[in-house]
């Protein structure tokens, strides 16, 4: 990673000075990665950091709740809308609607209440429509729905009702496929039940941003 990083800095200044900012972090994270897929999850929060930076209308801060609380990775200032928070996440491979409830609600569980919150899911091969993550969703309310509470207590909630007080704060989801060309590197879910929506012309905007890079 060390060539690839020292391309992101010397091609955006932006991204540099939010590397100087964040470097004992970041540089951890990298230390604690124990193999080369853990090296691959960490380099996703970087790099995406790097393609949203290119938009000046957007600035990043980064572990603003603090590391230790389990908090979303960015929270998102896009000018002239509300600040909302980002979650970054990596899949090592795309999974169906079925699988994915792991790690969709391992991420929910880092969501914090009363602001805008957003997942962004890194995935492998040729296009983010891989993951149909309308049909994850689904899934996952359909067993909420049918009220199977040993599902959502065996990971970590309190039961459906717990699931649900999470799911709501979830207000988008960008899928994002690095190895894919134009509008296919990037797609965007909207979660209609958000009880906070995320600014549309900001989630608009790390879309181009992803598709882009």
């Known amino acids: 990673m060390a060539e690839e990083l020292t391309g992101w800095l010397a091609s955006s200044a932006r991204f540099r000075a939010f590397a100087e900012a964040h470097r004992d972090k970041i540089r951890k994270?990298?230390?604690?990665?124990?193999?080369?897929?853990?090296?691959?999850?960490?380099?996703?929060?970087?790099?995406a950091a790097h393609l949203l930076l290119a938009d000046p209308r957007i600035e990043l801060a980064f572990e603003a709740y603090g590391s230790a609380k389990g908090g979303p990775d960015f929270t998102v200032t896009f000018r002239g809308e509300r600040t909302f928070n980002l979650e970054v996440t990596?899949?090592?491979?795309?999974?169906?609607?079925?699988?994915?409830?792991?790690?969709?609600?391992?991420?929910?569980?880092?969501?914090?209440p009363s602001v805008p919150n957003a997942v962004l899911v890194a995935i492998d091969g040729q296009s983010a429509e891989a993951l149909d993550f309308a049909a994850a969703t689904r899934t996952l309310r359909a067993r909420a729905d049918g009220k199977d509470e040993t599902f959502f207590a065996s990971r970590g909630f309190q039961g459906t009702r717990g699931f649900y007080e999470r799911y709501l704060r979830l207000g988008a989801v960008l899928v994002w496929c690095e190895g894919a060309a134009g509008d296919a590197r990037a797609s965007l879910w909207t979660n209609r039940s958000a009880r906070i929506a995320l600014p549309e012309r900001a989630a608009r905007a790390c879309l181009v941003c992803l598709r882009a890079g």
């Open 29 to 47: 994270k990298l230390r604690t990665a124990a193999d080369p897929e853990a090296r691959r999850d960490v380099r996703a929060e970087p790099h």
């Open 90 to 112: 990596r899949v090592r491979r795309a999974p169906d609607a079925a699988s994915y409830g792991g790690p969709l609600l391992a991420k929910l569980r880092q969501l914090p």
